[in-house]
């Protein structure tokens, strides 16, 4: 009858010979050595992990003792999930009790909650996690770098809104300069001021922000400096509709002594207003 064991490296499931009991030999698919158990010892695939799991059994000592099935685990937290699966595992499970993979590969679930997630999602639509890269996770059960920190901060947002702003006003100002001589009236001076600068907002600071953030950069000239671009909710690039609705969606948010901006400061996502009503995130770049 053949031995089943899985690689504690890989997570693959392995059968080896009767006459292969008790002897080392290379997984096939990492390569690392593995002591293959003999008969009266031998444990189930999901003992085997459990066990590997519990005692943190090395490589090279993987042999199983059957007075162990029982024992609690040590040292380890539940509360993540498989990412193939979905399934919940121990934080530091080598492979899935359900589908026998190691939790970290795959892409259908998020390993922080559990919750569905896309296959090119980047970030988790539930917790906000991390989707591309898993980030490590210390003794607390705490993430290392919080999933604040994917977010880009109040003053990144705040110093790349005060730099567009100096790019606008250039052309806007040269503008301003020729109309100052050609009309001597200080009332139609007033008067084309005001037109220029409504058209202004409705035409190129809208189609500023919109291209770029609809662009491959994903952010205006100030945000590329910043190393912050605009994303949907999956970390996914925006279109130009979504990104002109953000754009209009951000004037409101300037209203009312700016509240829709300060959101920035205790939301989680640090998510203004209009991020929300346009379904966006400003997140770091890698």
């Known amino acids: 009858m053949p031995i089943t064991l899985i690689c ?82 121990l934080e530091q499970a080598v492979a899935c009790m359900k589908c026998g993979v190691p939790p970290k590969t795959g892409n259908g679930f998020c390993y922080y909650c559990g919750a569905e997630t896309r296959a090119e999602a980047v970030i988790c639509v539930k917790c906000g996690m991390s989707c591309s890269t898993l980030e490590k996770v210390n003794s607390n059960g705490a993430s290392a770098n919080t999933k604040r920190s994917l977010y880009a901060g109040f003053e990144k947002r705040l110093g790349a809104c005060v730099i567009d702003n100096i790019i606008v006003a250039i052309p806007f100002g040269i503008v301003l300069a020729i109309v100052s001589e ?70 409101i948010s300037g209203v009312a002594l700016g509240i829709g901006y300060l959101r920035i400061l205790w939301s989680d996502r640090r998510q203004a207003m209009h991020d929300i009503w346009a379904g966006c995130l400003v997140v770091n770049k890698k």
Request: aromatic share 6%; with cysteine.
């Open 182 to 251: 050609i009309y001597g009236d200080e009332k139609k001076y007033l008067a084309t001021l005001i037109t220029i600068n409504y058209a202004r907002i409705l035409l190129i600071d809208w189609l500023y922000y919109a291209l770029m953030e609809a662009s491959p950069t994903q952010g205006s000239l100030g945000k590329m400096l910043l190393k912050i671009k605009v994303t949907d909710l999956h970390g996914n690039r925006i279109g130009f509709g979504r990104a002109t609705g953000r754009y209009f969606s951000s004037i």
């Open 8 to 89: 504690p490296s890989c997570g693959k499931k392995l059968r080896a010979k009767d006459e292969q009991a008790g002897k080392k030999v290379k997984c096939p698919a990492c390569q690392n050595a593995i002591a293959i158990p003999t008969m009266e010892d031998e444990l189930s695939p999901v003992d085997l992990a459990e066990k590997l799991v519990s005692e943190k059994i090395g490589p090279d000592s993987v042999t199983a003792n059957a007075n162990h099935r029982d024992r609690e685990p040590t040292n380890v937290k539940p509360g993540k999930y498989c990412r193939t699966c979905g399934n919940q595992v």
